[in-house]
């Protein structure tokens, strides 16, 4: 089975430790995102990327605002 392709996008800063969220595909506003990684997970393969939980959970009210406002930018 063919893995999906990964996009990252840089999420947030925490003193010296970077979060990116991991979307499946093309990053686009309704794409499908699988949480906020730290740094070293980010390129990783969908199947490694399952093995660590994301940091922050898909409903977190800080990721809907981010979201929100990249799409007010479109």
Do not use: C, N
Not at 22 to 51: M, N, Q
Request: aromatic share 10%.
């Amino acid at each position: 089975m063919r893995e999906s392709k990964l996009s990252w996008r840089k999420f947030e800063q925490t003193g010296d430790v970077t979060y990116y969220l991991a979307y499946k595909g093309l990053i686009t506003p309704s794409s499908e995102t699988l949480g906020a990684y730290r740094e070293e997970f980010a390129g990783e393969p969908l199947t490694d990327l399952a093995k660590h939980e994301p940091k922050t959970p898909l409903t977190s009210e800080k990721h809907h605002l981010r979201l929100t406002r990249r799409e007010d930018l479109r």
